[in-house]
């Protein structure tokens, strides 16, 4: 992978572009990277705080690996995207069948009424930290949402997101660097076969790839425009977008050790802000809910969109009309932050159960990205197709395992 970096950032220097390839990765530069911001959405800032909070700096190394199937698949996803200016959901119905595009939307549709419970629980737990209550932020939240996305342009809505996802991106380096400032006891390397540490490694992949991230992609980038004259700068900002991922999913376990396992309950901001400030200092509980807020707010609209964009298209009704099935699937999920607060063990069991309804959508986009007659000389193929499966086993496996495990 980083032999993959220096070729691709001396592609951009060399080859006579200048200024012209400075502004074409300006010009390309978003589905990619918000997708990878998103995936560091309420659940996975879960996952990671209670990595940090029970291992410490054990699972670091775990975190960082996982950068790598991260670019691979969605480098897939951002390939077949460009390549066909089509959506996964549009791809799948029109070579597949709506029968079959449906069974590979709709699971991942209902799991991201989950996902939506718990960003907007996610955001609800940040404003409290703030003294602001659910019954303020939940509707608040849900209407900054409708404003920024509803009747504009993708390329409208994505520009707000990309400013916002810097001061997400810096909340996440401060928040780590308020608690090691202190000093932290670093292990390089750790494994466990105990059932909360295997449940917990595969909690950790389920947050690095979710279903609703393949489809969003594949369809924002169609959307955008991108073609396959583009192809290195999508990998390129997909690669650039892995790492930083997994950074920040490190920096967030960085931020919260030491933090007792009781205040990680989410369900009571005053516990979770009194253990930040045990380890952070007395400014740690509110750069903590700045990034969490952020996080719930980016993954709200990359979750939204994705979703519903592959719903629409399986149906045949065209990404234009995703607003009302985003109606359907979020209104029910608008109650749930304003009557609690806990949603650990949801949060946990969501990023296991992503991984199952992952696999289906996952080996049709392998199909797709490996038919000739639709990728061309694009098509995925030889050492790259074998890590793709290879990957994709993997993960798969390790749901399997975590859910052994649990039983």
Not at 14 to 34: C, D, H, N, Q, T
Not at 53 to 63: M, N
Not at 179 to 205: E, H, K
Not at 286 to 306: K, M, N, T
Request: proline share 4%.
């Amino acid at each position: 992978m980083l032999e993959t970096f220096i070729v691709t950032v001396r592609e951009r220097m060399e080859a006579g572009r200048g200024l012209s390839g400075i502004w074409r990765m300006f010009k390309v530069w978003g589905p990619a990277w918000l997708v990878m911001m998103a995936d560091v959405d309420a659940a996975s800032v879960i996952t990671a705080a209670e990595s940090g909070a029970l291992y410490g700096t054990k699972l670091i190394w775990f975190l960082l690996v996982l950068a790598v199937p991260l670019y691979v698949i969605q480098e897939v996803a951002g390939r077949v995207g460009a390549v066909t200016q089509k959506g996964l959901g549009e791809l799948i119905r029109e070579n597949y069948s709506k029968q079959t595009a449906i069974l590979a939307s709709v699971p991942m549709a209902l799991v991201d009424i989950i996902s939506y419970v718990v960003e907007y629980t996610g955001a609800a737990i940040g404003f409290q930290i703030f003294g602001i209550p659910p019954l303020v932020s939940v509707p608040l939240i849900f209407v900054a949402h409708v404003l920024l996305v509803y009747k504009r342009k993708y390329a409208e809505a994505e520009k707000p997101l990309l400013v916002f996802s810097i001061f997400f991106a810096l909340a996440w380096a401060v928040s780590a660097f308020l608690t090691a400032r202190n000093g932290i006891q670093v292990t390089p390397f750790y494994f466990s076969v105990s059932p909360n540490f295997v449940f917990l490694l595969a909690a950790n992949v389920g947050a690095v790839i979710m279903p609703f991230m393949l489809f969003y992609q594949a369809s924002a980038t169609a959307e955008k425009g991108i073609t396959a004259r583009e192809l290195k700068e999508v990998r390129f900002e997909t690669l650039v977008g892995a790492f930083v991922s997994e950074l920040l999913m490190a920096a967030i376990a960085v931020a919260a050790i030491g933090v007792r396992t009781e205040a990680l309950t989410f369900a009571a901001p005053k516990a979770l802000s009194q253990g930040l400030s045990a380890v952070g200092g007395i400014s740690a509980p509110y750069i903590f809910g700045a990034g969490l807020i952020a996080a719930s707010f980016i993954a709200l609209i990359v979750i939204s969109l994705g979703s519903c964009w592959g719903v629409t298209e399986a149906m045949g009704w065209g990404r234009k009309n995703w607003f009302k099935v985003y109606l359907a699937e979020s209104l029910p999920a608008l109650v749930v932050p304003i009557i609690t607060l806990n949603l650990v063990n949801l949060a946990l069991n969501l990023m296991v159960l992503q991984i199952v309804v992952l696999l289906g959508p996952a080996i049709i986009l392998g199909l797709i990205a490996s038919n000739q007659k639709l990728m061309g000389t694009h098509a995925l193929g030889g050492f790259n197709k074998t890590i793709y499966w290879i990957f994709l086993a993997l993960i798969f496996g390790t749901g399997i395992l975590s859910l052994v495990y649990s039983l």
